[in-house]
């Protein structure tokens, strides 16, 4: 048990029996009145942002994830299909609105981390999975740079073999291989010309 006292933005607790991540503690002193704890918390499973007020002496069990590499196989319709590295015969499957944006940078045999709750003891449930930073994909179409178009701040539209469309250089050509930031969905540089 974690007294609300000792949180930390990024600590995981357990709220409703779900994991959360604190995201922010605040500490309010009401007049005569005891103090009180504003906490904001992200549910993991669900994604849902909520914030709560608590008495200063409540406590919260600490949230254990357990966190499993896997890879991702193939989707079919809504559903994303995962495999664990270590063991190929565990496979799951997770819906796009769990994945979210997550989804449009998946491609066949990215590895990743599935996030499983509880950690430990009995059956535990992966509820999504984490993708890293930055992964490279192939670009598979660019519309030609035309010269002297930069009113766009020398900029095109391109999309990468996952599928997402992605803001690039307009030196950026069909079959290049670039680096983007999954979680700003952003260019970062050109890995391999074609």
């Keep these: 048990m974690i007294s609300i006292n000792d949180l930390k933005n990024g600590d995981t607790i357990i709220i409703d029996g779900n994991p959360c991540l604190v995201a922010s503690v605040k500490h309010q002193h009401i007049g005569r009145g005891g103090a009180t704890v504003s906490l904001r918390f992200k549910n993991i499973k669900t994604g849902q942002i909520l914030e709560r007020n608590y008495k200063s002496n409540e406590e919260f069990k600490e949230g254990e994830i357990e966190k499993i590499k896997v890879k991702f196989l193939y989707h079919h319709k809504n559903q994303y299909w995962f495999s664990e590295i270590d063991n190929p015969k565990n496979r799951f499957e997770l819906d796009e609105k769990i994945l979210g944006d997550a989804k449009d940078y998946l491609k066949t045999n990215l590895e ?38 930069t009113s766009q701040g020398g900029t095109k539209t391109a999309v990468i073999e996952s599928g997402a ?30």
């Design 112 to 149: 990743l981390v599935a996030l499983k709750f509880p950690a430990s003891g009995g059956e535990g449930e992966i509820f999504n999975v984490e993708l890293p930073i930055k992964v490279d994909y192939k670009v598979v179409e660019a519309p030609p740079a035309v010269r002297g178009n």
């Design 165 to 194: 469309k992605v803001i690039v250089p307009l030196f950026v050509n069909e079959g290049d291989v670039i680096r983007i930031n999954t979680q700003t969905g952003e260019y970062t540089e050109r890995i391999v010309k074609s």
